[in-house]
C-alpha cells in the first residue's frame, strides 16, 4: 500500500490532452463551435494552475498573514471578474458592490471555519485557509453568477408585471419578490444536489485529495462533512447578499428599472 503521494511526470500530464482532442474531434464532428475554447480553456489551465503552485509554495514557506490576504483577496477580485463576464446585463452597475459583498462574506466564513471549525493555528496558515478559501469561492461564484443571470433574465420577462406592480404602488421588494426567490433557489440547487449526491454518487475533490495522500478515510470524511456544509451555506449567504444589492441596483431612485 502506497503511503506517499505518486509524483507524475508531467510527460505523463501532458498526455492526459488526449481527451481534450477527442472533445475536440466531437465539436468538429457535430459543428458545436467549442474546439477553440478547448483549446484555450487547456492552455489557460496548464498556465494558471503552474503558477499557482509557484505562488502557493512560495506562499506556503513564509507563511505572512499579508501574503495570505493579498492572494485571497485577488481570487475573490478575478472571481467577480469572471461573474461580471458570465452576466450579460451590462447597463447595472454591480461589479463593485458585488465584490465588496463577496469579500466580506468569504474572509468572515473563511475565518470563522480556520479558527473555530478545523481549530487552526495560526487561523491564517495558509496551507488550510488559501485551498478551503478557493473552495468556497468557486462554488459560491458559480451560485451567484447563475442567480444574478436568473435575476435579469426574470425581469425582462416579467417587466410588464413588475412595473403594473410599481405602478399600483407597490416598492422594488414587494414587486420582484417572486424573481427574488426563483434566482436564489437558481443559485443554491447546485449545492442541494451535491449535498444530496456525495457519497453516494462522487466521492468530492477534497477527500480524494486527502486519500490519495494517505489520510485515514474516516479523516477525510470529516474535512469533507464540514466542506460541503460549509459550501452550502455560504452559497445561500453570498447569493442572497449579492442579489439584494442588484435588486437595489436594478432600479433607479424613482423606482424604475434600469434595465
Known amino acids: 500500500m502506497h503511503s506517499e503521494i505518486i509524483n507524475i511526470p508531467w510527460l505523463h500530464v501532458s498526455i492526459t490532452t488526449l481527451f481534450i482532442v477527442g472533445a475536440g474531434l466531437c465539436s468538429i464532428y457535430l459543428k458545436l463551435g467549442l474546439e477553440r475554447d478547448l483549446l484555450i480553456g487547456t492552455v489557460r489551465t496548464f498556465l494558471q494552475l503552474g503558477l499557482l503552485g509557484y505562488v502557493l509554495?512560495?506562499?506556503?514557506?513564509?507563511?505572512?498573514p499579508v501574503a495570505v490576504f493579498l492572494l485571497f483577496s485577488l481570487m475573490i477580485f478575478f472571481a467577480a471578474r469572471i461573474i461580471s463576464g458570465r452576466v450579460m446585463e451590462k447597463r447595472v452597475p454591480?461589479?463593485?458592490?458585488?465584490?465588496?459583498?463577496?469579500?466580506l462574506s468569504y474572509m468572515l466564513i473563511n475565518m470563522f471555519v480556520m479558527s473555530l471549525i478545523i481549530n487552526v493555528k495560526p487561523w491564517y496558515y495558509p496551507?488550510?485557509?488559501?485551498?478551503?478559501?478557493?473552495?468556497?469561492?468557486?462554488?459560491?461564484?458559480?451560485?451567484?453568477?447563475?442567480?444574478?443571470?436568473?435575476?435579469?433574465?426574470?425581469?425582462?420577462?416579467?417587466r410588464d408585471r413588475v412595473e403594473l406592480f410599481l405602478s399600483l404602488g407597490a416598492d422594488p421588494q414587494e414587486s420582484t419578490i417572486i424573481n427574488f426567490k426563483e434566482s436564489v433557489k437558481t443559485g443554491?440547487?447546485?449545492?442541494?444536489?451535491?449535498?444530496?449526491?456525495?457519497?453516494?454518487?462522487?466521492?468530492?475533490?477534497?477527500?480524494?485529495?486527502?486519500?490519495?495522500?494517505?489520510?485515514?478515510?474516516?479523516?477525510?470524511?470529516?474535512y469533507q462533512?464540514?466542506?460541503?456544509?460549509?459550501?452550502a451555506g455560504s452559497t445561500a449567504i453570498t447569493?442572497?447578499?449579492?442579489?439584494?444589492?442588484?435588486?437595489?441596483l436594478s432600479f433607479s431612485g424613482n423606482h424604475q428599472l434600469r434595465i
Open 127 to 158: 496551507v488550510y485557509f488559501i485551498p478551503v478559501g478557493g473552495m468556497i469561492i468557486g462554488n459560491s461564484m458559480n451560485a451567484v453568477s447563475l442567480s444574478i443571470n436568473s435575476w435579469f433574465e426574470g425581469l425582462k420577462k416579467d
Open 188 to 222: 443554491m440547487i447546485p449545492s442541494i444536489n451535491a449535498l444530496m449526491s456525495v457519497g453516494i454518487v462522487s466521492i468530492p475533490g477534497m477527500m480524494s485529495g486527502q486519500i490519495l495522500a494517505g489520510t485515514d478515510p474516516l479523516i477525510a470524511v470529516k
Open 57 to 64: 509554495k512560495a506562499i506556503f514557506s513564509i507563511s505572512n
Open 225 to 231: 462533512v464540514i466542506i460541503m456544509l460549509i459550501l
Open 94 to 103: 454591480y461589479f463593485l458592490p458585488v465584490l465588496a459583498s463577496m469579500f
Open 239 to 248: 447569493t442572497v447578499l449579492a442579489l439584494f444589492i442588484v435588486r437595489r
